[in-house]
């Protein structure tokens, strides 16, 4: 089961939170942006679960591995493809699906409505694609964008605003702050979880550098960008920007944020911050605030009732092992992550954001993407060399006007030119091989 965001950079997820692994694929990537995995590879140890008391004790290492054809590698770093796209999977090796077996539909989970909905043909272990252990994936297309972002000068952080009905201090939304948890929330964490019970929260994440006038009108706005990958967080159930829904609450003369200056390169300052960096669906340049709610988790210890999902027979659940008394903590990262591959797609969608783009950054595409070309030219080169000793072994002449037309066919009309140089070059290397080895006395041959 796949599921999948965005209108030009596309991130798509699959798998389940007990099957083999999980797989997230992003197309629409700036061909020839370098990724930096040791930064996404930090990026999810922020998610995981770790050494904190109120979370699941499920351990998992979380290694995204980079997908290359039947290959699947742990890298350091990764250039974007001239294809645009980047396939990564999460193995699960701390999974237990015997212990969802006999389980009763859980109240609260997807359990139930799944198991009606798909007659039972989707693993549900765990939660299945339903899990918020799928934000794993999430947080590797958004460690990538996070990395985007960062090269446009915009930075994304995000604080815990409240648990349960633990509130931290007022956010200043003209100057929003990462500011730590307060006592309290952390005492709502501690209470639900000496009770056999979970709590909720909302998280509140912000972006500060961006340029005036993403987005758009109507479905096209920054919100309704935004919130549906919001909405695809696990347990999120509510999503709102700026002062959100307390705006109603407001008089117009109170909610209005008053105007104050247009900087040089047009972004608008705003006296405060009501609007939370986005007016009519566009981004004005001030803070974008976004804020987050989670309802509490729904696996507890406590005892509840359910129904069999075959007969429809009432009965008592209590479930057992291993559960969140609160995700919200690490459910941090996973809004950050959220708002980043959002925004990084807005950017990309943009089309009058890249009709004026300044010529030295077309050129530094232009460099990366050559920088791809030479080394995969390169690389063809070298395969070049390695066929010209297989030549030599099976005395096969270098030019072989049959493979030549076929790699042609491939290549296309546009780029016929290009490849009869490129193959030119290619015969001239082997040739220059066969002529060192008759030099060195045709010593590859007899070693055959
Ligand atoms: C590399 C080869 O040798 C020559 C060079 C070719 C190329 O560069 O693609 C193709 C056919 C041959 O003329 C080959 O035989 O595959």
Excluded: W
Excluded at 39 to 44: A, G
Excluded at 267 to 273: G, H, K, S, V
Excluded at 367 to 381: F, G, H, Q, T, W
Aim: proline share 5%; net charge negative.
């Amino acid at each position: 089961m796949k599921s999948e965001f965005g209108r030009t950079f596309k991130v798509s997820i699959s798998g389940g939170s007990h099957e083999p692994e999980m797989t997230v694929e992003m197309t629409g990537l700036p061909v020839g942006f370098t990724v930096d995995m040791k930064k996404v590879c930090d990026f999810l140890k922020r998610r995981s679960p770790g050494e904190e008391n109120y979370t699941t004790a499920r351990q998992e290492k979380d290694i995204p591995l980079l997908k290359n054809g039947t290959e699947e590698l742990e890298v350091d770093e990764v250039i974007v493809p001239a294809d645009g796209k980047l396939c990564f999977v999460v193995k699960n090796s701390n999974t237990d699906k015997t212990a969802y077996k006999n389980m009763l539909p859980r109240p609260g989970h997807a359990d139930l409505p799944a198991y009606l909905k798909y007659k039972g043909k989707v693993d549900m272990s765990g939660g299945g694609p339903f899990s918020g252990r799928m934000t794993v994936m999430l947080c590797i297309a958004g460690a990538i964008a996070l990395q985007y972002l960062q090269q446009h000068n915009i930075r994304i952080a995000s604080r815990v605003l409240s648990i349960g009905q633990a509130s931290g201090p007022q956010t200043d939304l003209v100057e929003p702050k990462a500011i730590p948890m307060t006592d309290y929330m952390l005492e709502e964490m501690e209470f639900a979880k000496n009770d056999n019970n979970s709590v909720g929260g909302v998280v509140e994440a912000f972006a500060t550098g961006l340029p005036l006038g993403l987005g758009g009108p109507m479905y096209d706005s920054m919100e309704s960008i935004l919130s549906p990958i919001a909405f695809g967080i696990p347990a999120v159930k509510g999503v709102e920007f700026g002062n959100g829904f307390a705006a109603s609450y407001l008089l117009g003369s109170e909610n209005n944020d008053d105007f104050l200056a247009i900087t040089k390169d047009e972004r608008i300052i705003t006296a405060t911050n009501n609007h939370g960096g986005i007016l009519g669906g566009l981004t004005t340049g001030m803070p974008l605030v976004m804020r987050v709610a989670f309802k509490p988790a729904p696996s507890i210890g406590k005892k509840q009732s359910t129904v069999d999902p075959v007969t429809g027979k009432p009965e008592d659940i209590q479930i057992q092992g291993r559960h969140d008394a609160c995700f919200v903590p690490r459910a941090a990262a996973v809004v950050e992550a959220a708002l980043a591959v959002g925004l990084m797609d807005a950017i990309l969608s943009d089309k009058t954001l890249h009709k004026d783009r300044d010529i030295s950054d077309m050129r530094d595409d232009i460099d990366r993407i050559d920088a791809e070309i030479a080394s995969l030219l390169n690389k063809r080169m070298e395969l070049s060399g390695e066929i010209a000793k297989y030549k030599m072994n099976h005395d096969i002449p270098v030019l072989d006007t049959g493979r030549e037309a076929q790699v042609l066919s491939k290549v296309g009309p546009d780029l016929k030119d290009i490849y009869i140089k490129i193959m030119e070059k290619s015969k001239e290397k082997q040739k220059m091989i066969l002529e060192e080895n008759m030099l060195n006395g045709g010593k590859e041959a007899e070693g055959k």
